[in-house]
């Protein structure tokens, strides 16, 4: 009796930790910051923005984001986890690679209005689902934006929007069946021909860009839900 209680003791004990190590080191805070807002300023978008209405315009203005940030860092180094990979500590650093552009993109995008969910793209090859837990591995942090009519890919280092000919936006997800009818070059295009395994919601999954440093994923919970349920589509502007 006394040893089925402390195993039920030990199990909760486990548990409500496990609970706590996942929020305390895993949870990305999403909120704009006072330096955020500085940062996002320097992109010089403001003026794009604020005049934008209806789809093509949105494109326009995420478009300016996008290339507004190329513009600003244009040294593409990757710097060496662990790192801060906030827009002003990128910025301030000088460099930065894919995790420190989408994050700037999300906020920008966030900031003037829109919402966004992170994309972790990894190189699934033979190892499916099972590539997260593989050191080295390639992989790509990047972005989707709601637009009015649906999710819309904006890559991170690359100028280049997943969108097609007639103006349908595409998710990092469904873009290979519109490959041939995307205008901008999907780059590098070795790394899209693969098998790839696409997570919403995972900022990192060693723990090293948003929290404590401790060993583990860094998430945003509201949008790993996206990772469980087809893509909607919409029709208010942001």
């Known amino acids: ?42 992109l010089g978008v403001e003026k794009e923005c604020v005049s934008a209405r209806g789809f093509d315009a949105e494109i326009s203005w995420i478009k300016s984001i996008q290339m507004a940030i190329r513009d600003l860092v244009t040294d593409f180094r990757c710097a060496t ?19 420190d552009r989408a994050r700037f993109t999300e906020k920008a995008l966030r900031h003037y209005g829109f919402s966004t969910r992170h994309v972790a793209i990894y190189d699934a090859g033979n190892h499916g689902v099972f590539s997260i837990f593989i050191p080295g591995i390639p992989s790509h942090a990047t972005t989707e934006v709601r637009t009015q009519k649906g999710w819309l890919g904006v890559d991170s280092n690359h100028p280049f929007l997943l ?4 103006g349908k936006p595409l998710t990092y997800r469904n873009f290979k069946a519109w490959e041939n009818d995307i205008p901008d070059p999907v780059v590098p295009r070795s790394a899209y021909e693969r098998e ?3 997570i919403y919601g995972l900022y990192s999954r060693h723990g090293k860009f948003h929290g404590p440093n401790l060993p583990g994923p860094e998430f945003v919970l509201a949008e790993l839900r ?5 893509d909607d589509h919409v029709s208010s502007a942001p």
């Open 1 to 42: 009796m006394k040893l089925k209680f402390f195993r039920k003791k030990f199990l909760f004990c486990f548990f409500v930790s496990f609970l706590l190590y996942l929020f305390f080191a895993g949870y990305v805070d999403n909120e704009i910051t006072e330096k955020d807002r500085e940062a996002i300023g320097k």
């Open 81 to 99: 986890p662990p790192v801060n990979v906030e827009p002003h500590d990128f910025m301030s650093r000088g460099f930065g690679c894919c995790y």
């Open 163 to 166: 969108l097609t000919r007639d």
């Open 196 to 198: 790839l395994l696409i």
């Open 226 to 230: 996206y990772n469980f349920f087809k």
